[in-house]
T-cell receptor
């Protein structure tokens, strides 16, 4: 059973701080990794994807991938109250398919 | 560009009834996937369709079925509804190439 694990949180950070969200996955053959943000009552929204080991930056967001450790993280710099949401880690582990396996998400609260 | 459209947004059904949910993907997206989201289980994969063919199926009972039409629109059907089927059902479309999904707003199904 391919699994994706995340700390459920809640993770609480002050405004302006760095929020660090972590995810581990069980299938060593996993190829693609995604971070989604889900506001309460809304559907998930793709914010980052990463395929290769290392860091990928997009604005205030940085995704980090370490395939040897089977670990993906998302850093949010200069956190804003509007970043308060549940962050879902997702992994595509099956070639020839778009299927994603999701973690249960980490709830982030950014306090003004 | 129109997003992923799901109808209806809300449904209330009685145990034992059946229900059909509809999804129109983003224009040009040929891959459509369905997920069930509940507070306890998170996002659980139901099906994946590509060019009218079911590519993947999740671990759900046979009461859950789906199909995709030639215009890429998709429907899912749940027969003999149970209370535990109450959930948010999310449809997601993607362009082939593993760039991640775009989710629709979901259909909130309540079984009473």
């Amino acid at each position: 059973q391919k699994e994706v694990e995340q700390n459920s949180g809640p993770l609480s950070v002050p405004e302006g701080a760095i929020a660090s969200l972590n995810c581990t996955y069980s299938d060593r053959g996993s190829q693609s990794f995604f971070w989604y943000r889900q506001y309460s009552g809304k559907s998930p929204e793709l914010i980052m994807f990463i395929y290769s080991n290392g860091d990928k930056e997009d604005g205030r967001f940085t995704a980090q991938l370490n395939k040897a450790s089977q670990y993906v993280s998302l850093l949010i710099r200069d956190s804003q109250p509007s970043d308060s949401a549940t962050y879902l880690c997702a992994v595509n582990a099956q070639g020839g398919s778009e299927k994603l396996v999701f973690g249960k998400g980490t709830k982030l609260t950014v306090n003004p | 560009k129109a997003g992923v459209t799901q109808t209806p947004r809300y449904l209330i059904k009685t145990r034992g009834q059946q229900v059909t949910l509809s999804c129109s993907p983003i224009s040009g997206h040929r891959s459509v996937s369905w997920y069930q989201q509940t507070p306890g289980q998170g996002l659980q994969f139901l099906f994946e369709y590509f060019s009218e063919t079911q590519r993947n199926k999740g671990n759900f009972p046979g009461r859950f079925s789906g199909r995709q039409f030639s215009n890429s629109r998709s429907e899912m059907n749940v027969s003999t509804l149970e209370l535990g089927d109450s959930a948010l059902y999310l449809c997601a479309s993607s362009t082939w190439g593993n760039y991640g999904y775009t989710f629709g707003s979901g259909t909130r199904l309540t079984v009473v």
